[in-house]
């Protein structure tokens, strides 16, 4: 298996290629058959994908598939961009969300209870 620098996995950016503990995934075959849609993958092309895709809880078939497009290994030394680093959603965005949804409870608890 070959093993390539986060360089050259941030030059392979626009060819698809992306990071998932350690092991350099080319899924370009597989961005329309993607459940998320496209831009899911897209988003982390040439970056570490791993925060990102353990978060979303993938199954272990989705696991399988993804077994398909591994093209090598990171170089564990080699240093990676800023922008490279692990994705994942950020902590305000996070926080926003649990808002959205203790909202909406409590406006479904106050009608239920009015009545």
């Given at each position: 298996?070959?093993?390539?620098?986060?360089q050259?996995?941030?030059?392979?950016?626009k060819n698809?290629w992306?990071?998932?503990?350690?092991?350099?995934?080319?899924p370009?075959?597989y961005?329309?058959?993607?459940?998320?849609g496209?831009?899911v993958?897209?988003n982390?092309?040439?970056?570490?994908a791993?925060r990102?895709?353990?978060?979303?809880?993938?199954?272990?078939g989705?696991?399988?598939?993804?077994?398909?497009y591994?093209i090598g290994?990171v170089d564990?030394?080699?240093?990676?961009?800023?922008w490279?680093?692990?994705?994942?959603t950020?902590?305000?965005?996070?926080?926003?969300a649990f808002?959205?949804?203790?909202i909406?409870?409590v406006?479904i608890?106050?009608?239920?209870?009015?009545?």
């Open positions: 298996m070959s093993t390539y620098t986060w050259q996995v941030a030059q392979n950016k698809g992306l990071v998932i503990d350690g092991i350099v995934y080319d370009t075959l961005l329309n058959q993607h459940p998320g496209p831009a993958l897209q982390s092309f040439g970056k570490d791993t990102d895709f353990n978060q979303t809880g993938h199954t272990s989705a696991r399988q598939i993804l077994e398909k591994k290994i564990k030394g080699s240093p990676q961009e800023s490279q680093v692990g994705g994942g950020p902590a305000n965005a996070q926080l926003f808002l959205i949804v203790a909406v409870i406006f608890l106050l009608n239920v209870f009015a009545k």
